[in-house]
């Protein structure tokens, strides 16, 4: 039994790491750091200790550190865990610039210990499906690719860290990690970025928006958000040369989250045969029942590779392959240019 200390129990914390956590075999969540507020621990967690720092859970006999605090203290908890001996898992964006993210997968080498970024989105059964469809070559060769994550909330809201102007806030931060490491599990290091990040509501201090293209040599990966665009349009569409893929509708396993449900449930993500994808081909359409996964495959994988039983798979190396991507899209988008992968 390996035994984990998350830092941060805000929305994230509460929502996409506890209760996924928990339903992992092998993994006990033992102490959380609750910086802020009087509040009484949390009552769904009675075997839980609750402390106010991260010095007092670094004192616990603790195997793996999960960080889900505000993107600008990232790289410092990190840091301070994996000095501490702790194997780390840090939420999204994995630091606000790619030196932190350097110092460290270097500073986890050094102590021998696995660092590694929450990318629970791979395992969502809409981008399984993808992935199937992809590999299986009815589409033949990809020329066309999107992705939209879309969300319509033209108010901002009040006191929220990631609408203020803070390094590695905004959209493009918090929503690319995921719709990139989904594009480079498909299709691999890109050629070039070419990006469009900026601010649509009235009053925003930080991007609500981007349109992110990712070059490659006979094809085009293109990665959409907006915060005023109801997603009632396609979440995916993927064009080949013998076909195209479209399906409807978002992965169901945060909106079970928010509702209290958890991985452990059984089919707690699955998903109406309404929202299932249609391969078309110029002979016939096919409906493409969609895939079940669960984010709970992220932290099995985690417990795997620290019991050495898997390769992770998360890698320090890919997750700074993500880091540059958001990095050079933001570049992209000051220059007006699109920028190449290699200098």
Same mark, same amino acid.
């Given at each position: ?43 769904? $967690? ?24 505000? &993107? ?37 080498? +050094? ?6 970024? $929450? +990318? ?26 999107? *992705? ?56 925003? =201090? ?35 040369? *013998?076909?195209?893929?479209?399906? $409807?509708?978002?992965?169901? +396993? ?21 929202? $299932? ?23 099995? &994988? ?29 570049? *992209?988008?000051?220059?007006? =240019?699109?920028?190449?992968? *290699?200098?």
């Amino acid at each position: 039994m390996l035994n984990v200390g998350l830092v941060g129990f805000g929305f994230a914390g509460k929502v996409f790491h506890a209760p996924v956590i928990r339903a992992v075999d092998g993994l006990r969540l033992t102490t959380i750091v609750q910086r802020h507020g009087g509040r009484a621990p949390d009552p769904r $967690y009675p075997e839980v200790e609750f402390v106010h720092s991260v010095d007092e859970l670094l004192k616990r006999q603790i195997d793996l550190v999960v960080v889900a605090t505000p &993107n600008t203290s990232h790289h410092p908890i990190a840091k301070q865990a994996l000095l501490a001996g702790r194997h780390v898992v840090v939420d999204k964006p994995f630091t606000t610039t790619l030196a932190e993210a350097e110092d460290l997968v270097r500073l986890a080498k +050094q102590q021998r210990r696995i660092v590694t970024v $929450y +990318q629970d989105r791979r395992h969502t059964g809409d981008f399984a499906t993808v992935q199937q469809v992809v590999s299986e070559g009815a589409l033949g060769h990809i020329v066309l690719f999107e *992705s939209h994550f879309d969300r319509f909330r033209p108010e901002q809201k009040p006191n929220a860290w990631r609408e203020e102007p803070l390094p590695g806030s905004g959209v493009w931060f918090d929503i690319g990690p995921h719709l990139f490491d989904q594009a480079l599990l498909l299709f691999g290091i890109p050629e070039a970025v070419g990006a469009d990040i900026r601010i649509e509501r009235a009053g925003g =201090r930080i991007d609500d928006a981007f349109d992110v293209t990712l070059y490659y040599p006979h094809s085009r990966a293109v990665l959409r958000a907006s915060m005023l665009r109801p997603p009632v349009g396609p979440t995916w569409i993927v064009n080949g040369t *013998s076909g195209s893929f479209v399906k $409807y509708g978002m992965d169901p +396993q945060e909106a079970a989250l928010k509702e209290g449900r958890t991985p452990d449930e059984p089919d707690w993500d699955t998903e109406p045969p309404e929202l $299932y994808g249609k391969l078309i081909t110029s002979d016939a359409t096919r409906t493409v029942p969609t895939l079940r996964s669960s984010f709970a495959r992220y932290y099995e &994988n985690v417990r795997d590779a620290m019991l050495g039983n898997a390769q992770l798979a998360v890698t320090p190396e890919w997750s700074l392959d993500v880091m540059r991507g958001l990095v050079l899209a933001a570049e *992209s988008t000051r220059t007006r =240019r699109v920028e190449p992968w *290699s200098a």
